[in-house]
């Protein structure tokens, strides 16, 4: 007679778990194949896009899908008003959104955690100042004040992303705040201050790393954000110029030829609302995947 011999189960990882809880949310995965498909167009859109996104062919103007009566295969999704590739402006027009959404994201993240730790950390002045400017910011539009930051700066890509990431910031403020004076509470920072840590070492080491997870949330959809906002001020003529290909701007080119060549409109504006989606739905995964209340 044999016995088997019973093992404990081997913990995960924190990967691991993380993971598990992740590809449990079936429309975050999807977002995430789909963000992960877009990103390797941006990476390689030399290579991935079959024709130039500058080059204009005379003969091809406003050239339907392939599929329809008149279209031609070397134009999958047709031309635009001046015989430009729109499958080509459509992947080189995704790099330029993620590197904005990039670098918008970044730049609100970092400066929106370091102004909502001081604020959550000091508290008193400091903190009514930095939050009353906040507030400021919120009771404003944030499209609207968008528009005027770059109106005064000038029409730019540059400018445009420096826009965006001004009126993005009080949301990672405002956040960073709150679980700065949530974990302020714990013993482990009252232990860390009573052994004589410094300031900078219990905001950055002891309180920053706990506060991690919901920051990671808003920031990716902080992205769709960005990519929204970007689109719009391209739509209005502050983002990126011409011939500079951008979704938003590719729209605001488009918009005369909306009734006769509908795909001119159709595809970029498609392409905006699948990369939102794909955010949005990933965020919501990350959200269930690294807030402790939500597992199971």
Known sequence: MTTETLQAPV??????????????????VTGLVFILIVCFMALFADIVAPHSP???????????????DGGNWAYFLGTDD??????????????????????????????GILMGLVAG????????????????????????????????LGPSIVNAALAISIVSLPHYVR????????????????????????????????????????????????????ILDMAALGFLGLGAQPPTPEWGSMLADALQFVQRAWW????????????????NLMGDGLRDALDPKLKQ
């Open 11 to 28: 913990p995960r990882t924190p990967l691991q778990e993380f993971w598990h809880y992740f590809k449990g949310n079936k429309g975050a």
């Open 54 to 68: 500058s080059d204009q062919a005379r003969d091809a103007l406003l050239l339907p899908p392939a599929w329809m």
């Open 82 to 111: 001046v015989g430009r590739d729109i499958l080509s402006r459509i992947i080189h027009g995704a790099r330029l959104s993620l590197s904005v959404g990039l670098v918008a994201v970044t730049a609100s993240l970092m400066i």
């Open 121 to 152: 950390y000091c508290k008193g002045v400091v903190d009514t100042i930095i939050m009353r400017v906040v507030d400021i910011m919120l009771a404003m539009p944030s499209l609207l004040l968008a528009i005027a930051i770059v109106a005064i």
């Open 175 to 226: 956040l960073t705040r709150a679980a700065t004076m949530a974990e302020m509470s714990r013993d482990y920072v009252t232990s860390s201050r009573v052994i004589g840590a410094s300031p900078l070492r219990l905001m950055f080491v002891c309180i920053l790393p706990n506060c991690v997870a919901p920051l990671i949330v808003q920031a990716t959809l902080g992205f769709s954000t960005a």
């Open 264 to 279: 001119v409109v159709t595809f970029p504006g498609l392409m905006i609302l699948l990369t939102v989606l794909a955010f």
